[in-house]
């Protein structure tokens, strides 16, 4: 069955969370909310387990002070309790007989059968049966409470003892595991309730309340040898259906309000209180027979109706919370109706059979409370949980087939039991997988993928470190696929689960103080499939550290290079422009001093590009116009500029650097080699994209036939490093068009 998970609110930032903080526990991933844990709610939790254990203490005292018949007992062929062994001195010469009756303490014997050998009227079928057992165990009670008991034989021989109390030892080997197990279940229902107090936690905290009251009664019932305390037995079964029944009905109630309040929620949940209060008033009048029955009808309505409420939520709202309580209610259904049938067809079968379909009912409440244990931990990494939620799930198919295969195909014990335990083992190997990964709404993306994924975003972001936000949210959302990714009105300070786990908060962008400044918030992974855990939240960290690695190595890179540039440009100015200024003041003729004043003019265009971290596109657009201006003027050709943006960039060195290459060797081919007298260039962005196009009208014809030396190929190699393409074609009515196509280009201003 489901529960309500407890509806805090996730507050990032914040470096003290919860230890439920994460898990699902939260209203709204979006709302402010206060400090988790203030005093007075971290002492009513200490007050809490302390009342608790005091409280498991004082029963153990009791029981332990009750006096009981140390033995071990079995059904014989006729139905009655046969002594198997005893450390009793008085009951060893008795080992192997029937017992017929029990009196003394001015008390008359009492008759007894195998009735008195099971301990659970709870999963007592037949009514008769049910009183006939409560009774003896009353009887008996009272005979040892009164002083020395007399055990009257089948063979006529009779045993007196004196009881002794049970004590410490007494308790057997299964009380404490199952009290410490109920303690735990209280604690946890009480944590989720006190980590947000709201309406809408009760319910899991009753549900929890109740199946530890279960698991008490349980622990009772498992003690060995005869003599339970006075009253246990005498409500035991209107007091565990009532637990029952508040359990279902705080499941129906909780699924109609969380994740989704539906509409109608509260008539839903009024109408499961109703059915559980009026079967409750019924039975206590004696209104209902068989009463057994009537208690499991309820518990299997209860059980569908959380199943169809909760189903009915994820189809109004894919909430992966929803989708996963789905799966436990309907897991719990299967489960419960499977022990159901067991136990009835059981019912009529010799005692060892149903004392089988006794451990069934004990696996059944043992798999219902690990589930209860599991929810608040949904999207953390508890292994320990979900393992006993698994182990308890398989005891109950075990058992309800063992019952099945005997009451069904009167098989033998041994074969029963080995066919039961083959198949129990076949579906625990076949479902470990499911059961702990789908069925609790988890996996992780293999580690092939995310490697693949983190790689070609890595090489991407090197190449392109200005779009580190948008890489980061396209690697998310191929990581998760969720159904929505928005940006997150607060931003915490490492990624975070919320929203009961249907939601990831991912810082994405740092201001200069390494504070982050803006965060996405990732909902419903894998379509809403599946919830978020903190697996995925550490391993986002892991993604994001490795991204910033990425971008520190690149900016190490960077500054590397910028330094190694401004040495050169610094021994070009120094060594290469000294002696071309040398040169130009001892030219010959004008000419070569007008070529050599060119030429340093170009040198001192080069050195400062090479000493600049980032370039203006317009900035650029006027050095490369007059550059060109020059060089045509030299060569007597017009030139044609043409330069149009609605938005300045910035471009690298290295971009800088490539497309002045390329422009210089455009036009230098234009003009030796195809001797053109007019040369066309525009510059502009069109659809995002860097265009340039260079066309002359020279005697260049069929550039599709041309083999790229060194200039051609060249130009081809630096357009394909800035990541675009180019292509030549003849131009109209002479000549060439070589047009360039760059996208991805620095940022705009």
Not at 409 to 426: G, T
Request: proline share 5%; hydrophobic share 50%.
């Amino acid at each position: 069955m489901a529960a309500s998970l407890p509806q805090a609110a996730a507050e990032p930032g914040r470096g003290d969370d919860s230890a439920f903080e994460a898990s699902g526990l939260e209203r709204a991933p979006a709302r402010a909310s206060r400090p988790r844990w203030p005093g007075w709610r971290r002492r009513a939790l200490v007050l809490t387990a302390l009342l608790g254990c005091i409280a498991v203490l004082w029963l153990a005292r009791w029981v332990a002070a009750t006096p009981f018949i140390d033995a071990r007992w079995d059904a014989d062929p006729a139905g009655s309790p046969r002594l198997a062994s005893s450390s009793q001195p008085e009951l060893q010469a008795h080992l192997g007989r029937s017992l017929v009756a029990v009196g003394g303490g001015g008390v008359a014997p009492r008759p007894v059968d195998a009735a008195l050998l099971h301990r659970s009227p709870r999963w007592q079928v037949s009514d008769a049966a049910r009183e006939r057992q409560v009774a003896q165990h009353e009887g008996v009670a009272a005979t040892l409470a009164a002083g020395p008991a007399r055990l009257h034989f089948a063979d006529g021989s009779v045993a007196e003892l004196t009881p002794a109390a049970r004590g410490w030892a007494g308790l057997g080997g299964l009380f404490w595991p199952l009290a410490a197990l109920a303690w735990l279940l209280l604690i946890c229902g009480m944590a989720v309730l006190l980590a947000r107090p709201h309406r809408l936690d009760l319910p899991y905290a009753m549900m929890a309340s109740c199946q530890a009251g279960n698991l008490l009664y349980i622990a009772l019932e498992t003690m060995p040898g005869l003599g339970l305390p006075a009253g246990v037995m005498a409500h035991e079964m209107l007091v565990r259906m009532a637990l029952d029944g508040v359990t279902g009905a705080a499941a129906v109630t909780s699924l109609a309000l969380h994740p989704l309040r539906l509409p109608g929620a509260r008539w839903i949940g009024a109408a499961a209180w109703s059915a559980v209060v009026a079967w409750l008033a019924l039975a206590w009048a004696g209104a209902l027979s068989p009463l057994w029955w009537w208690a499991q009808a309820l518990c299997l309505a209860l059980a569908a109706a959380a199943l169809a409420t909760v189903a009915a939520s994820y189809r109004t709202d894919p909430h992966p919370h929803a989708m996963v309580m789905r799966r436990f209610a309907a897991v719990a259904l299967a489960s419960l109706g499977l022990v159901t049938v067991a136990a009835a067809l059981a019912a009529d079968l010799p005692l060892p059979v149903t004392g089988i379909a006794a451990g069934a009912s004990v696996a059944w409440y043992l798999f219902l409370s690990s589930l209860l244990l599991l929810i608040p931990f949904l999207v953390r990494s508890r292994q320990m949980p979900r393992e006993f939620m698994l182990l308890a799930g398989i005891a109950t198919v075990a058992t309800s087939l063992d019952l099945l295969f005997a009451a069904v195909f009167a098989l033998e014990d041994v074969a029963s039991l080995a066919l039961a335990l083959s198949i129990a083992f076949v579906l625990y190997g076949q479902a470990r997988r499911w059961m702990l990964e789908h069925a609790a709404g988890r996996g992780m993306p293999s580690t092939e993928r995310t490697f693949e994924l983190l790689y070609r975003a890595a090489r991407e972001l090197q190449a392109r470190p200005g779009h580190y936000p948008q890489l980061l949210k396209r690697l998310l959302r191929e990581l998760f696929e969720p159904l929505e990714v928005s940006r997150a009105e607060r931003v915490p300070t490492r990624t975070r689960v919320v929203g009961d786990g249907s939601a990831l908060v991912v810082p994405v962008r740092e201001r200069d103080d390494g504070v982050p400044a803006v965060a996405l918030m990732l909902r419903y992974a894998q379509q809403g499939r599946r919830l978020f855990t903190q697996d995925d939240a550490r391993l986002v960290d892991r993604v994001i550290e490795q991204m910033r690695r990425a971008v520190a190595y690149d900016q190490a890179v960077e500054r590397g290079r910028h330094e190694e540039r401004l040495r050169i440009a610094q021994d070009l100015h120094d060594d290469i422009g000294a002696r071309l200024l040398t040169l130009m003041y001892q030219a010959s003729t004008p000419e070569m001093e007008d070529y050599i004043r060119h030429t340093l003019q170009d040198l001192k265009t080069l050195t400062r590009g090479l000493a600049a971290a980032d370039h203006r596109l317009s900035h650029a657009a006027v050095e490369w116009k007059a550059d060109l201006a020059h060089r045509m003027a030299t060569a007597q050709a017009e030139l044609d500029w043409s330069f149009g943006c609605d938005r300045d960039l910035q471009l690298t060195v290295v971009q800088w650097s490539a497309l002045t290459r390329v422009l210089r060797e455009l036009v230098s081919n234009a003009l030796y080699h195809g001797h053109a007298t007019r040369v066309a260039v525009h510059l502009g962005i069109e659809g995002g994209r860097l265009v340039l196009q260079v066309a002359d009208d020279g005697r260049g014809r069929a550039p599709q036939a041309w083999s790229h030396g060194l200039g051609l190929g060249g130009v081809r190699k630096r357009v394909k490093q800035l990541g675009g393409e180019v292509q030549w074609r003849e131009n109209t009515p002479r000549g060439i068009v070589c047009e360039v196509r760059l996208s991805g280009l620095g940022s705009s201003d």
